[in-house]
């Protein structure tokens, strides 16, 4: 286990690890600053913060290059980060602001950004997935090269789009990655009891595509076995099914008791299995980071995302006559 | 007479009927110990059993199927989808299967399901997540339709929707939820197809449904100042529609206007315009009948945005006036 990580460790170089520790800190704070400013008011609606889980997004979008795409879902601020969206301006969209990712008119669930390949977060559960299967036709029709990871929870592979999905991209061996961040609930439902297998990757047997569970905390683990299917449906070999055992350490949305979880589990993933602690270990332990780098990283972190906050904040709402725009194209 | 919130009175009246009869149950996501997404459920897995209120997995398909399937075997089930948004993936069920399975077996089985389901906008959860969508079923024949505006009503109305035999669509709006009103403790019924004047008056009919209700009310208050009296009629349900209730109100103040959230453009206010067109008030109107819906726009996340795509008092007030004297803007 060990030496497959020194190779991992050597394989994608210090620049990108340090890339990868910075984008799962990023994250993080970003998701910290949201839960602050919800509580401060200034955020309305919902949001659903995906703290806790932030080595799958960082870990599978490391594999990807700028022409490969993703799908998201309601949980999406984290994919959204790891594929080079704009922070202040997913910041000012949460706010509803006129500078915001989406003109203020997404909001949290629905941010999406065409020019970086995140062809958009969603608020329909599962939504995502059969998009992503027909973005990978486009690349297969018109010899694009690109694959396309369709991030989703545990929850969403009950529902019909997502047997729809791997059926349709298997017999059409479409280059697909389906990733699944089984975070073992879904709003309260626990997986355990809304499916009957130990592994949702265990799906994949239906389809004839590969199934891969990865410890969905440990990010170097999920870059490789996502860079794998990356490299399969590239070859052309069609999708695979990755199953990421992870955890929302925060309740589903802002209005949760968690009255379905104990405090003691929780404490057990926040307290062993913190995915960036456990990274920053490794990075120190490899002596591929130092202390005082890590530090300068952190400080680097909190200043881009005071910096979000700021512009978000200072940032105009939306002008009401831009109510009717952009209904068509 | 105690008051209690519309949620509340929802509770209740699924509570009695649970109680009142083993055909009775209800199946939905997160209903159970989660009690739902918006507290409906709270306390109803511990009070009536698992048996009796299911928590399914997230599969709006095949929970609307279940939801056929037992009702055309004997049983009564409420269904809860989360939100209204989400009709549209349990719409194959509703459309192609609940509305028309008896026609087709030439009156053979009944299908008494009733869909509860939170609908409209205010809460700023954008495109996904808002909508108003009760003309799309409204519009299908073999499926009643349900809109309760206060306490009282959505109690009694959910009775008759459970009595009935036929599936019932039974659109909450999640603004009213908080609303406290009346509400008698025991079990009583509001036929379907039974408009209620909420408020009298001689110069102009508001038709309004649904939150609308209570915006109408607002700007019969203040029109009442300008000296425009101003009657309120609540149809409460859409199909069956009380048209003579209506038409004998527009006969009394030969004035109309048709005010609702969802889209206006293709949608139930048309049919109540023209409904009055055709009927015998033709004769006493004196100005067309004016209609007052949403605008053409996906809900936008932006509050103010959000607002400005809805009918508010203010709005309703111009309505109003313009039918009584043109108004120069
Ligand atoms: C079709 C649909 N059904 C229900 C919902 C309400 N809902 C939003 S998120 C969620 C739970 C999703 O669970 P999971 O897929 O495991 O993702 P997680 O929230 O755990 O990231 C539910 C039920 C929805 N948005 N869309």
Known sequence: ?329 | MRKITYAEAIREAMTQEIKANEDVYILGEDIGIYGGAFGLTNGMEEELGRENVMSTPISESAISGVAVGSALTGMRPILELQFSDFITIAMDNIVNQAAKLRYMNGGKGSIPIVVRTPGGSGAGFAAQHSQSLEAWTAHIPGLKVVQPSTPYDAKGLFKAALDDNNPVIFYEHKLLYGLKGEVPEETYSIPLGKADVKREGTDVTVVATSIMVHRALQAAEELEKQGISVEVIDPRTLVPLDIDTIVESVKKTSRAVVVYEAVQRGGYGAEIASLINESEAFDYLDAPVVRLGGKAVPMPYNMNLEKQAVPQVEDIIIAVKSTIAPVTI
């Open chain 1, 1 to 329: 286990m060990e030496t497959s990580y020194a190779n991992v460790i050597t394989d994608i170089g210090k620049e990108k690890l340090q890339d990868m520790l910075y984008q799962l800190m990023l994250i993080r704070t970003f998701e910290e600053a949201v839960e602050r400013l919800f509580m401060q008011g200034k955020i309305h609606g919902t949001m659903h913060l995906c703290i806790g889980q932030e080595p799958t997004a960082v870990g599978a979008i490391t594999t990807l290059t700028n022409e490969d795409k993703i799908t998201s879902t309601h949980r999406g601020h984290g994919h959204c980060i790891a594929k080079g969206t704009d922070v202040p301006k997913m910041m000012a969209e949460l706010l509803g602001k006129a500078t915001g990712h989406c003109k203020g008119k997404g909001g949290s669930m629905h941010i999406a950004d065409l020019d970086k390949g995140n062809l958009g977060a969603n608020g329909i559960v599962a939504g995502g997935l059969p998009i992503a299967c027909g973005a990978a036709l486009t690349s297969v029709k018109k010899n694009l090269g690109y694959v396309v990871v369709s991030f989703f929870g545990d929850g969403a592979t009950n529902e019909g789009s997502f047997h729809e999905a791997l059926n349709i991209a298997s017999i059409w061996k479409l280059p697909v990655i389906f990733f699944c961040e089984n975070n073992h609930y879904g709003m309260s439902g626990n997986i355990k009891q809304m499916t009957n297998i130990e592994n949702l990757a265990d799906r994949a047997v239906a389809y004839g595509i590969p199934g891969e569970v990865v410890d969905g905390t440990d990010v170097l683990k999920v870059y490789e076995v996502t860079k794998k299917a990356v490299e399969r449906a590239k070859r052309g070999e069609g999708p695979t099914l990755i199953e990421a055992k992870t955890y929302r350490w925060r309740g589903h949305s802002k209005s949760d008791a968690r009255k379905y979880r104990t405090r003691e589990e929780e404490q057990d993933w926040i307290q062993n299995k913190d995915g960036i602690k456990k990274f920053k270990e490794k990075l120190l332990n490899a002596h591929v980071l130092t202390e005082a780098e890590i530090e300068e990283l952190e400080a680097q972190v909190k200043k881009e995302v005071e910096e979000a906050v700021a512009f978000a904040e200072n940032s105009p709402e939306p002008s009401l006559d831009t109510l009717e725009e952009d209904v068509f194209a």
